[in-house]
């Protein structure tokens, strides 16, 4: 059985002492319980603070973003080992506010993919469609692309370390949530796609997290799903007792 894994994207948003209050209050909220994993994705300036709060619970970090280079002359981006020594065991690479609000590319975001994971951190690689193409019946073909040419180059082993989240553009911070149907038709074609590039093994044990307005009414729904493996999640995470009841869906 495949445990479920909720994240909080926090984005840009939180003051420090909200944050930290907001860590500790995920942190003893959180169950004790094997099959459920937590991480939060707070904004960088905040990662060594909350990485403080968070250490010795069950509750892992996560940073947002992250260059593929190891150092150099980048101003404002923050390499994966820099990362790793704030106290993240995550990042989130390929949200869609930075492939469409940045432009980030398949091939951009398979250097830092492969850079994150040569560095040692786990990846929650995110993919999903546009409105205007899951009208144009383009869902599977956009997640194909996504998938091959994001995962381009990676290892068995490697993906070990992936998690995905499928996260469909129009549903993100829209309080527009998939049906059950698709998602769980999005997420079989993922893990499919996943059996193709990689095998059985990896495709049955990959985690494929759903994103898109997940609320704590909706939560257990999607939760249930069989391919739905955790949510990845925006606006519910920034308070503690929203993101613990959708926490408190994934529990069988
Ligand atoms: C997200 O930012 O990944 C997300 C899913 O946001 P929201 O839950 O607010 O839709």
């Known amino acids: 059985m495949r445990p479920k894994f909720i994240a909080g994207n926090w984005k840009m948003y939180t003051t420090l002492a909200a944050a930290k209050e907001l ?48 150092e150099g002359a980048f101003t404002g981006e923050l390499s994966p080992a820099m990362l790793l ?50 009208e144009a019946n383009q869902t599977e073909t956009v997640l194909d692309r996504q998938l091959t040419a994001g ?11 992936v998690v995905l989240a499928y996260e469909p553009v129009w549903a993100i911070g829209t309080g527009k949530v998939a049906t059950p149907e698709q998602a769980q038709a999005a997420h079989a074609f993922v893990r499919g796609k996943i059996r193709t590039l990689f095998g059985e093994k990896v495709a049955q044990a990959v985690l494929i997290q759903y994103g898109g307005s997940v609320k704590p009414d909706n939560a257990a729904t999607l939760l249930n799903l069989p391919d739905v493996d955790g949510a990845l999640v925006g606006g519910a995470s920034l308070k503690a007792d929203s993101f613990l009841a959708i926490v408190a869906g994934a529990v069988r």
């Open 23 to 70: 860590a500790a209050a995920v942190a003893k909220g959180a169950p004790a319980d094997p099959n459920i994993r937590v991480a939060v994705c707070p904004p960088s300036a905040w990662l060594t603070a909350v990485a403080s709060v968070l250490k010795g619970t069950a509750v892992s970090l996560g940073g947002q973003n992250c260059h593929f280079e190891k």
């Open 85 to 134: 020594e704030a106290g993240c065991q995550y990042v989130i690479l390929g949200h869609s506010e930075r492939r469409h609000g940045f432009g980030e590319t398949d091939a951009l975001l398979n250097k830092k993919t492969t850079a994150a994971l040569g560095a040692g951190l786990k990846v929650i690689f995110c993919i999903g469609e546009l409105l205007a193409e899951r």
């Open 151 to 161: 995962l381009a180059g990676l290892t068995s082993e490697q993906m070990a370390n």
